[in-house]
């Protein structure tokens, strides 16, 4: 039973800590304002830099949609392809 509770207490860190990111941008460097980058938990989302020095901003794609990164756009879901997701030059 204890063994089942630690178990659990670790996988349960381990999810909010890669929750966390997300592939979220730090938006630190000049080159990664006005970017976007996947959410790399929820296709139908993505990050969007606005301002320097400001962690990016969740997006969501319109209904019916996933955001496809080598498009830089939200698509259909028939023709959304996984890819990995990539890490952002800063991530938050």
């Known amino acids: 039973m204890k063994t089942a ?8 860190a381990i999810v909010v800590f890669v929750n966390a990111d997300a592939g979220r941008s730090a938006c630190k460097d000049e080159s990664e304002i006005g970017q976007t980058y996947p959410h790399h938990f929820d296709p139908a989302k993505y990050w969007h830099c606005e301002t320097l020095g400001t962690p990016a901003t969740e997006v969501d794609c319109p209904k019916g ?18 890819k990995k997701p990539e890490m ?3 991530v938050y």
């Not at 509770?5 to 349960?12: D, E, I, K, N």
């Open 65 to 82: 949609l996933a955001y496809m990164h080598l498009l830089k756009e939200c698509i259909p879901w028939a023709s959304y392809i996984w």
């Open 88 to 90: 952002p030059p800063t």
């Open 5 to 12: 509770f630690a178990l659990f207490a670790v996988l349960a």
